[in-house]
């Protein structure tokens, strides 16, 4: 699995002009692709690693804090996208995404075992044409892949 893992101050997912997720941050907008040997394992690695992950502000101590820290919302945005690529011709080529069936329950997982952890999940709807907006704050983008 491989996510892109934006700390932001605030985060939304319209589909057809109706918010379908929103955060207010400090938090995570994180975008989740899946690939064809992925498994609930990696899911649930990938939602403990994304709830500890410490990029979010310091603490008065200067220490980053983490999701778990401070309660922090994410915003989880499946993309199949991630898994593109355009390292030759004009067009990138999809095959190293897992389909819809084989990805959706595994983007599902990620939610439910961040959810277990604790955490406050909102999600864009799998398979949509979604408009993401936030505010990335820093910048500050970083990738995981497990």
Known sequence: ??????????????VAGETVGAIEGPGLCVLVGVTHEDTPAKAAQLARKLWTLRILPVND???????????GPLLVISQFTLY???????????TAAAP????????DEVVAQ???LGAKVETGRFGADM????????????LVEV
């Open 100 to 107: 819809g069936p084989v990805a959706e329950p595994l983007v």
């Open 61 to 71: 101590e200067g220490v980053e804090q983490s999701c778990s820290d401070i309660g």
């Open 114 to 116: 961040l959810r277990a």
């Open 1 to 14: 699995m491989r996510a892109v893992v934006q700390r932001v101050t605030e985060a939304r997912v319209t």
């Open 84 to 94: 593109g690529d355009a390292r030759k011709g004009r067009r990138p080529t999809w």
């Open 131 to 142: 408009q993401v907006a936030l505010v990335n704050d820093g910048p500050f983008t970083v």
